[in-house]
């Protein structure tokens, strides 16, 4: 099967620090990546996605100097939540795609964040 | 950003019923994909459907393509209690490298053994 990480599993911060999450696919190559962020009792919502070697591109409303993601290599994503503000508690889940097509993805097991 | 709309909203049901959820869009999919979340979780790939009007099993689940491709169906026999959980829809619509998914707005499952 196809595994994604993520690390850390939680995190808890003080209001202005910065956290990073790492999300890597262990037994596949992924080229694109997302990052998806979910309030509690909510659904999925995509924040970016993040191309290996290029600019991750945003969607409406994210706002990628807070937001700032790395894909480095083709099995790891990074998301930087810079100067985080207690609104930015949540929970963050990433997914991997293996192949060209985007039901091939799969879903790290989440980041909780709590800033104080 | 846009989201799917599922119902019902949450199910709360006795082990050994049978349970159906829908999801619906003002716009067209081309794949439509059924999810399942358990608490402190990602996603895991349930279903997935490639046609308009295709109808796919996997074990007790059953999920049908809707023929005007704006809707789905997840359909769940003799529920059992590691059914629970949140049951996500979620559509695929462009074509390419560009994918990306629109995810609906959760099924809650109870199930009482």
């Known amino acids: 099967g196809a595994v994604v990480s993520q690390h850390p599993s939680r995190v808890i911060c003080k209001s202005g620090t910065s956290v990073k999450i790492e999300c890597r696919s262990l037994?596949?190559?992924?080229?694109?990546m997302f990052w998806y962020r979910q309030f509690p009792k909510q659904s999925l919502m995509l924040m970016a996605t993040?191309?290996?070697?290029?600019?991750?591109?945003?969607e409406q409303g994210v706002e990628k100097d807070k937001f700032l993601i790395n894909h480095a290599s083709l099995t790891l994503s990074t998301l930087t939540v810079t100067s985080a503000h207690p609104e930015d508690s949540s929970f963050y889940i990433c997914s991997a795609r293996r192949g060209r097509t985007g039901e091939t993805q799969y879903f790290g097991p989440g980041t909780r964040l709590l800033v104080l | 950003g846009q989201q799917l709309n599922q119902s019902p909203q949450s199910m709360f049901i006795q082990e050994g019923e049978d349970v159906s959820m829908n999801c619906t869009s003002s716009s067209i999919f081309n794949t439509w994909l059924w999810y399942k979340q358990e608490p402190g979780e990602g996603p895991v790939l349930l279903i997935a459907l490639y046609k308009a009007g295709e109808l796919t099993s996997n074990g007790r689940l059953t999920a049908q393509f809707g023929i005007t491709r704006k809707d789905s169906f997840l359909n769940i026999s003799a529920s059992i209690p590691s059914d629970v959980g949140i049951y996500f829809c979620?559509?695929?619509?462009?074509?390419?490298?560009?994918?990306?998914?629109?995810f609906g707005t959760g099924t809650l499952l109870a199930v009482q053994p």
């Open positions: 979620a559509g695929l619509r462009d074509g390419g490298a560009t994918n990306k998914l629109i």
């Open positions: 993040s191309n290996e070697g290029s600019k991750a591109t945003y």
């Open positions: 037994d596949f190559q992924a080229t694109t």
